[in-house]
């Protein structure tokens, strides 16, 4: 189900955890947060947020074998 | 440490700093007026002398006399208000004639701190131009030479970078919004442009007594003031800063008596300790924290333990009897500044046995100074970050051990001989060592897998971290506010490691929960992540004695049998 800006914007101010916004990340795009190359995790969820105000998933980190972060 | 108190120290530093630039090109000055630029005359070097005395006199100590005669007592004023805030008899609020005798006492004090350093920098000046006569070293060379003398790395120079670097780290040195940059500008000015001129210098010993002082002045004053009053504990306050010493780490908000903290000043050592009165020296030079006293009777402090020496960090160890060990050669590009910090980093995060373990082994074929850490064990290539820290939501940061994660997948994988594969992710005792730490907490098992509960991550978060609350903008509208949520504040170096283990056993949930250091859901959604990413962060807080035990009062197991692999690998 596709969420309009507003929706989104409205979800993402409820979203107040961690938790909550990697949740909503899911909710919106219909899958988990893919692995990024970074442990930060402001990092992370400033990606997770960015990408729901755009409504532009985060691009995935290709894994080649024997990849190790 | 008060606002006001941290303001003033800061302060202080700054306006020392200042007058220092103003005596650098005064002193040039004169040296070049009398010299007319020839090193001739060595009874000239002589002469110079009284001038070069009275310069120093005129600038930098007029300005140290103005700043303790006008400024300690606003630090006087800050400490009687917070005694006007204890419930204590009005009689010890207020200033008395005995105040006023110790505070001039002790501006008199704080005052010849700063005489003593200029008196030896006026030798060391007074040296350099006599010497450069004797050995007719150019004058330029000599110019060079006092102005280090004076301001270090951060003297005037010819060239344009340097000095706006310089000028960049002096305006914004006391802004915390501009940490990092100020942090990122020290580095580049030590490691690209300076780094045989880091050390002694007028500037260094000026500005830490600048500071010192002020918390001095502040220790002595207090504690003079709760004798007065009766008072006899004392708790531990101030904030954190990046480099914290362990032992303010150790000791923040602990309320104990005079007779302990006396006790363990006696009986302790940690790194950075300073000889004197544990009230006044503190932490150690540039201590930002104090010893306020308070009284268990009003109901707001208990009186804590001891800490015991677990919690405080031991003397330093003996100096290491291996040798370092070279990887940075294999750096794809880089100054050799970069490169020979690169190799100090990454062997300061190693044992001695670590050291052996990873001269006996295949060294990656290339390795990249990279924003992120990453290890590719088919190319053998290691990506990590030099001096990388891990950025609280507040700015404050604590050491990342990057270099030595990536290195221990390298050797998990090189000391293995199996394509592709990690010894920990093939070795069944690593690999139930981890399932039976996992099973000492409360937890199910679901859909074949152990899952520790909530509860017990919640307190495995305290031992890492605390949360601090952040508000995310619009980037696209700055002034829309999206969300604020919270987010960890790890407590000290290598705790973002620990974070990362904690979220290993918690494949990816304690980041998603607590917001905090990890690799995240998605990646352990692999077999073998866990303990591959277990191993490399043993291996990488090894030599971080507080990291290490915390991680190893969370996984006793793993880590006899991650310590039993490090000795097999010592003597193959």
Same mark, same amino acid.
């Given at each position: 189900?596709?969420f309009?800006k507003?929706?989104?914007?409205k &979800?993402?101010s409820k979203a107040?955890?961690s938790?909550?916004?990697y949740n909503?990340y899911?909710?919106?795009?219909?899958?988990e947060?893919?692995?990024?190359e970074?442990l930060n995790?402001n990092y992370?969820?400033?990606?997770?947020?960015?990408?729901?105000?755009?409504? &532009?998933?985060?691009k995935?980190?290709e894994?080649?074998?024997?990849?190790?972060? | 440490?008060?606002?006001i108190?941290?303001k003033?120290a800061?302060?202080?530093e700054e306006?020392?700093i200042?007058?220092?630039?103003?005596?650098?090109?005064?002193v040039?000055?004169?040296?070049?007026?009398a010299?007319?630029g020839q090193l001739?005359?060595?009874?000239?070097?002589i002469q110079?002398r009284p001038?070069?005395?009275k310069?120093?006199?005129e600038?930098?100590?007029?300005?140290?006399d #103005? /700043?303790i005669?006008q400024?300690?007592?606003?630090i006087a004023k800050?400490?009687?208000?917070r %005694?006007g805030?204890?419930?204590?008899?009005?009689?010890?609020k207020?200033?008395t004639?005995v105040d006023?005798?110790t505070i001039?006492a002790?501006?008199?004090?704080? %005052?010849s701190g700063f005489e003593?350093?200029?008196?030896?920098f006026l030798?060391? /000046?007074?040296?350099e131009v006599?010497?450069? #006569?004797?050995?007719?070293?150019?004058f330029e060379d000599?110019?060079?030479n006092?102005?280090?003398h004076i301001n270090?790395v951060y003297?005037?120079?010819?060239?344009?970078?340097?000095?706006?670097?310089v000028?960049?780290i002096n305006e914004?040195?006391?802004?915390n919004?501009k940490k990092?940059?100020?942090?990122?500008a020290?580095r580049?000015l030590?490691?690209?442009? =300076?780094s045989?001129?880091?050390?002694?210098?007028l500037?260094?010993?000026?500005?830490?007594?600048?500071h010192?002082?002020?918390?001095?002045?502040?220790g002595q004053f207090?504690?003079a003031?709760?004798?007065?009053?009766g008072?006899? @504990?004392?708790t531990y306050?101030g904030?954190l800063v990046?480099?914290?010493?362990? %032992?303010?780490?150790?000791?923040?908000n602990r309320t104990?008596?005079e007779?302990q903290?006396?006790?363990?000043?006696n009986?302790r050592?940690w790194?950075?300790?300073s000889?004197?009165?544990?009230?006044i020296v503190?932490?150690?030079y540039r201590?930002?924290h104090?010893?306020?006293p308070?009284d268990?009777a009003?109901?707001?402090?208990?009186v804590?333990e001891?800490?015991?020496e677990?919690?405080?960090?031991p003397?330093p160890p003996?100096r290491?009897?291996?040798?370092?060990v070279p990887?940075a050669?294999?750096l794809?590009?880089g100054?050799?500044n970069t490169?020979?910090?690169?190799d100090?980093d990454?062997?300061?995060?190693?044992?001695?046995?670590?050291?052996?373990?990873?001269?006996?082994?295949?060294?990656p074929?290339?390795?990249?100074?990279?924003?992120n850490?990453?290890?590719f =064990?088919?190319?053998k290539?290691?990506?990590a970050e030099?001096?990388?820290?891990?950025?609280?939501p507040?700015?404050s940061?604590?050491k990342?051990?990057?270099?030595? @994660?990536?290195?221990? @997948?390298?050797?998990d994988?090189?000391?293995h001989n199996?394509?592709f594969?990690?010894w920990s992710e093939d070795?069944?005792f690593f690999?139930?060592a981890?399932?039976?730490?996992?099973?000492q907490?409360?937890?199910?098992?679901?859909?074949g897998?152990?899952?520790?509960?909530d509860e017990?991550?919640?307190e495995l @978060?305290k031992k890492i971290?605390?949360?601090? #609350?952040?508000?995310?903008?619009s980037k696209y509208n700055?002034?829309?506010?999206l969300?604020s949520?919270?987010?960890t #504040?790890l407590? =000290?170096?290598?705790f973002?490691e620990?974070?990362?283990?904690?979220?290993a056993?918690a494949l990816?949930k %304690?980041?998603?929960?607590?917001g905090t250091?990890?690799?995240?859901?998605s990646?352990?959604?692999?077999r073998g992540?866990?303990e591959?990413e277990?191993f490399a962060?043993?291996?990488?807080?090894r030599?971080?004695?507080k990291?290490?035990n915390v991680?190893k009062?969370i996984i006793?197991?793993t880590?006899?049998?991650?310590e039993?692999r490090?000795d097999?690998?010592?003597k193959?």
């Amino acid at each position: 189900m596709a969420f309009s800006k507003e929706e989104r914007i409205k &979800k993402l101010s409820k979203a107040n955890t961690s938790e909550k916004l990697y949740n909503l990340y899911e909710e919106i795009f219909g899958e988990e947060f893919p692995v990024v190359e970074s442990l930060n995790p402001n990092y992370k969820l400033e990606l997770i947020i960015d990408a729901i105000e755009i409504n &532009k998933k985060v691009k995935p980190l290709e894994l080649p074998k024997g990849f190790n972060i | 440490m008060s606002k006001i108190l941290e303001k003033l120290a800061d302060q202080h530093e700054e306006r020392i700093i200042n007058v220092l630039y103003k005596l650098e090109e005064d002193v040039v000055k004169e040296v070049t007026r009398a010299t007319k630029g020839q090193l001739v005359s060595q009874r000239l070097a002589i002469q110079l002398r009284p001038a070069i005395k009275k310069l120093i006199d005129e600038s930098f100590l007029d300005e140290a006399d #103005t /700043i303790i005669n006008q400024e300690y007592n606003k630090i006087a004023k800050e400490v009687l208000d917070r %005694f006007g805030e204890m419930p204590i008899p009005s009689k010890f609020k207020s200033l008395t004639e005995v105040d006023l005798r110790t505070i001039n006492a002790l501006k008199y004090q704080s %005052f010849s701190g700063f005489e003593d350093i200029a008196e030896r920098f006026l030798k060391v /000046i007074n040296d350099e131009v006599y010497q450069s #006569t004797i050995a007719g070293r150019p004058f330029e060379d000599m110019v060079s030479n006092i102005r280090s003398h004076i301001n270090g790395v951060y003297k005037s120079s010819n060239s344009a970078e340097i000095n706006e670097l310089v000028d960049f780290i002096n305006e914004n040195k006391f802004d915390n919004a501009k940490k990092a940059q100020v942090e990122e500008a020290v580095r580049k000015l030590h490691t690209q442009y =300076a780094s045989d001129r880091a050390g002694n210098n007028l500037r260094r010993y000026a500005s830490q007594i600048a500071h010192d002082s002020v918390m001095q002045f502040h220790g002595q004053f207090t504690v003079a003031k709760a004798k007065e009053a009766g008072l006899t @504990h004392y708790t531990y306050t101030g904030t954190l800063v990046r480099d914290s010493r362990e %032992f303010c780490v150790g000791m923040l908000n602990r309320t104990l008596t005079e007779e302990q903290i006396r006790e363990m000043w006696n009986t302790r050592a940690w790194q950075g300790k300073s000889t004197g009165d544990p009230f006044i020296v503190r932490g150690g030079y540039r201590c930002r924290h104090t010893w306020l006293p308070t009284d268990p009777a009003w109901g707001e402090e208990t009186v804590d333990e001891l800490p015991t020496e677990e919690e405080v960090p031991p003397p330093p160890p003996p100096r290491t009897t291996v040798s370092d060990v070279p990887i940075a050669f294999l750096l794809n590009r880089g100054s050799d500044n970069t490169r020979k910090a690169f190799d100090n980093d990454f062997n300061s995060q190693l044992t001695d046995q670590q050291k052996i373990i990873v001269s006996k082994f295949n060294k990656p074929n290339v390795i990249k100074n990279s924003k992120n850490g990453v290890y590719f =064990a088919g190319r053998k290539e290691l990506r990590a970050e030099l001096d990388a820290r891990d950025i609280n939501p507040d700015g404050s940061s604590v050491k990342s051990f990057v270099i030595s @994660h990536e290195y221990g @997948h390298h050797i998990d994988y090189e000391a293995h001989n199996v394509r592709f594969r990690a010894w920990s992710e093939d070795n069944d005792f690593f690999k139930d060592a981890i399932q039976k730490d996992k099973k000492q907490f409360k937890g199910s098992f679901r859909a074949g897998q152990y899952r520790i509960k909530d509860e017990e991550f919640e307190e495995l @978060h305290k031992k890492i971290g605390t949360y601090e #609350t952040i508000e995310t903008y619009s980037k696209y509208n700055p002034e829309q506010l999206l969300t604020s949520y919270n987010t960890t #504040t790890l407590k =000290a170096d290598g705790f973002g490691e620990v974070s990362d283990i904690i979220d290993a056993l918690a494949l990816g949930k %304690f980041q998603k929960k607590y917001g905090t250091w990890g690799h995240g859901v998605s990646y352990y959604r692999k077999r073998g992540r866990v303990e591959k990413e277990i191993f490399a962060n043993l291996f990488s807080i090894r030599n971080n004695k507080k990291a290490y035990n915390v991680a190893k009062s969370i996984i006793p197991n793993t880590v006899k049998e991650f310590e039993k692999r490090l000795d097999e690998l010592e003597k193959q």
